[in-house]
């Protein structure tokens, strides 16, 4: 069985759960094996299975070569706790699984899990002030505006700016957008990023939208320091002094300068343990139980580290402001202390990275109901955060400014036209409906032909001008508009029955002058020299 590529979407923990079973059940080696003077068939060793396992997280991309043997040995522990493995007496429920020399086997019945049935999310509508209605106050009454139509005259005037009547229109004055409705606004647009970039089609089974306040995503945008770090409003919710100080000591090190108690051979390592304690015991992870599933399917783009890069920013912006903080603090710490080359290990026999990594994970990370892949999951994503924290844990300037520039365009005033059934302002992004270059089409033709046609018919109609100058307009109009002229004049005869010719009469001959004979040209006396 080759291992595929886990995406994000609802139940990723329990897909990567199952595809890890079923790639363990088929590629690990089952064999005869004897124990206490008795042969047992189709089973393997518990330092077997630990290899085998280790090697197969490993090589899958879900997980990567980050996965530590211990790591495998807690997974083995759960397998053998949910009863996807049990000893060869059939026992299990118990995490007593050893890397050692103990016998195993697979169970017959199914050890995969179902899907659960998450209770449908019932979607928020977001609902902003009723534009039409004007502000109160009395220096802010509608002011009166006249229709305008545009007359001949004023087309002949215009012609080479536009050409259309005007209707009646009015100006739409704003009501003042409550500090309530922009952080709404936040939340609507910041949540349909979010969903077009883990590519779903709705949030509702990976997220309870009804659960991200939207005053904290304001917090985290607007209220921060001049690191990117927010500040709290409640100064009680600040990491005590003397974590700081921990944390800074160890990040500094050698030069501890908020440190005034000497130094002693193993002081480091005191210090990260308590700094180790002081996270371990939080109540609840820094990325908080509710978002344990957004940030789960994240972990199935990392394939696409553009992609998750934007999807976490997006994430950690709906963490409470004091949980983002701390955040913050710590995966700065870690990856500042990753880097250190002066400070001493802090363990002789892991890395001081991966340290860093199974030391915080659980506390950034984890779910309320004992995912059984939390562990691995978490320190996959630790791992990217440290990797990429100064980009993650800032804001993402794209998505401030098409909300800043979203929020300006509401708090105009708008112009709205008679007829209009709704307010012709621009709707929120995630709203918009693409049409064909068809439709685009027809409706451009169909909805600036009316009041051109009128217009063309006023020319026609309009008696005051001479034949002259209305043959002048009409000519103006139909090199412009060749296709309104035709529909009015589809030939040259219905043109000509608006100007019929007059038939000239020729003046009545004199009846004298044919009466008069003919006489012939005589020279007088006057033409002689």
């Known amino acids: 069985m080759e291992p595929r590529l886990v995406g994000p979407g609802p139940y990723r923990a329990t897909r990567l759960w199952n595809e890890i079973i079923e790639l363990f059940r088929a590629g690990m080696p089952l064999r005869k094996h004897r124990c206490r003077f008795k042969s047992y068939e189709r089973c393997f060793k518990a330092s077997e299975a630990v290899e085998c396992l280790h090697e197969l997280l490993g090589s899958n991309q879900n997980f990567g070569p980050e996965v530590t043997r211990d790591q495998t040995v807690k997974l083995l522990k759960k397998f053998l706790k949910n009863h996807v493995i049990e000893d060869i007496k059939g026992r299990w429920g118990k995490e007593d699984f050893e890397d050692d020399g103990r016998l195993y086997r697979f169970p017959p019945s199914s050890p995969l899990k179902s899907y659960p049935k998450k209770p449908s999310c019932g979607k928020e509508v977001i609902k902003f002030p009723d534009w039409n209605e004007p502000r109160a106050g009395p220096s ?13 005259e004023m087309w002949y005037k215009r012609h080479s700016i536009a050409i259309g009547e005007v209707p009646a229109c009015k100006l739409v004055f704003r009501r003042e957008l409550t500090q309530t409705n922009i952080e709404e606004i936040w939340k609507s647009m910041t949540l349909s990023r979010l969903q077009k970039v883990l590519g779903l089609d709705s949030l509702d089974e990976v997220l309870d939208t009804k659960l991200v306040n ?16 927010v500040t709290l409003e409640d100064k009680s919710k600040e990491l005590p002094h003397w974590i700081l100080s921990a944390m800074k000591c160890l990040v500094n090190w050698p030069s501890c300068s908020d440190l005034k108690q000497p130094t002693y051979s193993g002081f480091e390592r005191d210090v990260f343990k308590t700094i180790v304690d002081y996270f371990s015991q939080m109540k609840e992870p820094l990325l908080t139980f509710n978002f344990f599933d957004v940030f789960v399917s994240v972990l199935g783009l990392l394939q696409k580290p553009s992609k998750a890069v934007e999807a976490l920013q997006i994430s ?109 302002t621009l709707p929120p992004p995630s709203f918009c409906h693409q049409i064909t270059t068809g439709e685009f089409e027809y409706q451009r033709a169909t909805r600036s032909q009316e009041p051109l046609a009128a217009l063309l018919e006023e020319i026609v109609m309009n008696k005051e001008i001479s034949v002259k100058d209305k043959k002048k307009k009409l000519k103006q109009f139909q090199k412009s508009y060749p296709e309104v002229y035709r529909v009015r004049f589809p030939s040259p005869e219905t043109e000509a029955m608006l100007f019929p010719e007059k038939t000239k009469q020729k003046p009545p001959i004199l009846m004298w002058a044919l009466k008069k004979p003919f006489q012939p040209f005589h020279r007088t006396r006057s033409f002689r020299m």
Not at 140 to 152: C, L
Not at 214 to 229: E, L, P, R, W
Request: proline content about 4%.
């Open 214 to 229: 939207s005053k904290h995503i304001v917090q985290n945008v607007y209220n921060v320091n001049k690191q990117g770090i």
């Open 316 to 424: 950690c912006l709906l963490l409470p402001p004091e949980n983002r903080k701390r955040l913050q603090l710590l995966v700065r710490m870690m990856a500042r202390i990753s880097l250190n080359q002066d400070l001493p290990r802090l363990s002789e026999s892991v890395r001081t990275r991966t340290l860093m990594v199974q030391a915080f994970s659980h506390c950034i990370l984890c779910s309320k109901d004992e995912i059984d892949l939390d562990e691995l999951l978490a320190a996959k994503l630790v791992s990217f955060l440290m990797d990429n924290y100064q980009e993650i844990l800032s804001v993402p300037s794209a998505l401030k400014s098409s909300i800043e520039d979203h929020v300006v365009h509401l708090q105009r005033v708008q112009i709205k036209y008679a007829g209009a059934d709704s307010d012709a």
């Open 140 to 152: 802010q009454e509608p002011i009166p505006v006249k229709s305008v139509a545009m007359n001949s």
